[in-house]
């Protein structure tokens, strides 16, 4: 209704249209078979020919007009429900997209979205239940004013295979519902193969066998499902045909009784027949229209509960405003603990960390010591378990979270790369002729030389998906398109997860001194191995386990002998080794 009022009153058109006809004609039968039994005037005849004629030809074309319509309606509707369901995929919190029951709601939601036949057939079932619905009113009115006695035989019969059906039903959705996790690694397995991602490390594993195994064992599960819900199918179907035998003998016995001993007329004989087949019908497709919608009503539901899924951050009555011109400020993590939703192991515990603002804060440690999760909690993917972390004295919770968004700058690990042109990858704007700002950012960034040399220059599409003129970057460019995509977005704070993860050592020193002179007043925080880096920040942070357990500047933790000094000793040593 809100996204097409047009739709609704085509489908109303519809479901009059389509529920008049059998009526109509199964009256019209009755009127002419009695007309030619009592020999009524030809003239008689030819009337009520010519109305239900016409009925028909008005009904008929309503009919096919609607019914294209609906079709195209419904296709389009895809439209404004996709829009709605990509809006809730990019505004739910990022930590729902690292929680597997969150991640599976999401595919199930996506299911009525992915193919548009299932939103058609949702609302070919709604259309469908409507339909069904007026016929078997019309046909029970005109039925029970002949024999009350066979509709409630029809009934009966036609409740009893709609119980069975519903059953079957609900035991395959639950089928379905099972198979679907691992339909989804079937899809992963495949892709492996044709993702060009893994392209080197499919060739150069000899992964072929590796996959295909995998993707064969994943399939004998998944057939297996399939081949349950198929069992279940077949069961449904004998008893369905054994009911509807027993039905039709029945009412054939009924009626036959009637025209000998009650002195039912020909006519009426005749529209008994055709109101019990069609009854008949208009009953078994009402409960097929309710079991489908019944089936598909299980993916719109998880649809709407992924779409009012709320956000799990901690709401705030503040909504204090941040303004993203103004310079940094200070942040302080007070006695901050920290575990993931799913998993109650602390994987920080107890961090008290100043940083002051402009300043360079490198935080450091082994795999998994909890550097990238206290990343996490700054920029507020997630809210700390116990302590507070605060901006300018307050705690982060309480800022307008967007606000918040606005403040910070990124570029992870793994950044991503967008199938489109150098300028939207760095500004997310429409082109500009000449933008300066992007000029110069290139420039320090040292990537002008290379966009020059491209086809279209910054209008140059990163990738080759689409486009033949497409561009594929190496990782370091790709590397410094993030970094100013990140310095391009102005923000007072910057932060950094292995931002030289894919550049060489030279280029790597290149970078932080470059970058030394590009972040001037903004406070910068930033994750590295390569303690190379730790020389251009202010402070140093080690993590171990969860903990800080050393902190201050590069030449005091030297001084200190401990963990940092071994780390940077043996890093250090290696590079000499190399030189
Ligand atoms: N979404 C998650 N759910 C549960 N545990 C997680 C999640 N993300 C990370 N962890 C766990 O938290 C711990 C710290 O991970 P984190 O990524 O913060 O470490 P790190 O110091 O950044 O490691 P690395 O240097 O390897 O990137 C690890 O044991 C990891 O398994």
Known sequence: MKNDKIYVVISLLYILSNSIIPFINIVYFKYLFDAIYFKYEFSYITKITVITLIINLVATNIQIYTKSAITLRSKWLLVPLTSIFCKKSIEMDYQYTEDQSIIQEM?????????GDNLELYLAA?????IALLQLIFIAILATTINPLIILIVLTVAIMNSIVNSKIEKKNYYLHKESLPVDTKWRYIINLANDLKYAKEVRLFSLKKFIIDKGDTNRKEYFGFVDAIHNNEKKGLLLNVGMNIMQEISVMLLLVYSVIFK??????????VSATGQFNNSFIRFFDHILNLYTINHYVNDFFEFLNRKSNLQESSENIKLDVNQEAKRFECRNVCFHYPNDS???LKNINLIIEPGECLVIVGENGAGKTTLIKLLMRLYDVTSGEILYNNINIKDYNYNDYMRILSTVFQDYKIFATSVYENITFKTPQEKDYELHSLLEQNQLLKKINSMPYQEKTILSREFDSDGVELSGGQSQRIAFCRALYKKSPIIILDEPSASLSPVAENELYIQFAKIIKNKTTIFISHRLSSSTISDKICV????EIIEYGTHIELLNKNGIYKNMYELQSKYYKDIV
């Open 107 to 115: 595919n199930r939601a996506k299911f009525i979205l992915a193919n």
């Open 126 to 130: 709604v259309n469908g239940i409507f």
């Open 263 to 272: 002195g039912v007329t020909i006519g009426n004989f005749n529209a008994l």
């Open 345 to 347: 192991r602390l994987i």
């Open 543 to 546: 993590l171990d386990n969860g």
